[in-house]
């Protein structure tokens, strides 16, 4: 059985719900995939990527993301995606590696990316 790790922000009730169930609140996608990977890319992944303190470890993260992102069929994946990255141990390392160097994270643009999916 996998444990999962606590971290030091507040984790929203949609990614509760996802874990628990694996759904997210019954409402209208407001975006398309195309605008929700538009805003990851322009918030988070470039920002990260070209950052003057980013070495190879976060350059390669970027791109495993935007890969595993590029891949999903439907807005609704990525932001699934979204929410279940923060709670991984993959995403938590990512987390701190992008905190240490000052940088943005998902964590941080959280409340705008929910309010793109209409969640707000």
């Not at 805003?39 to 350059?59: G, S």
């Not at 995606?81 to 000052?102: C, E, H, K, N, V």
């Amino acid at each position: 059985m996998r444990s999962l790790k606590v971290v030091s922000f507040n984790i929203p009730s949609e990614l509760h719900l996802l874990v628990r169930t694996g759904n997210l609140k019954e409402t209208q996608m407001n975006a398309s995939k195309e605008d929700l990977i538009a805003f990851l890319e322009k918030e988070v992944l470039h920002p990260a990527e070209t950052h003057p303190e980013a070495d190879t470890t976060i350059k390669k993260k970027v791109r495993y993301t935007r890969m595993r992102i590029g891949k999903l069929q439907t807005a609704e994946g990525v932001e699934k995606y979204f929410w279940s990255a923060m709670a991984t141990d993959r995403g938590i390392d990512t987390y701190t590696r992008l905190r240490r160097i000052d940088a943005i994270t998902f964590e941080d643009v959280r409340r705008e990316f929910k309010r793109l999916c209409g969640r707000e």
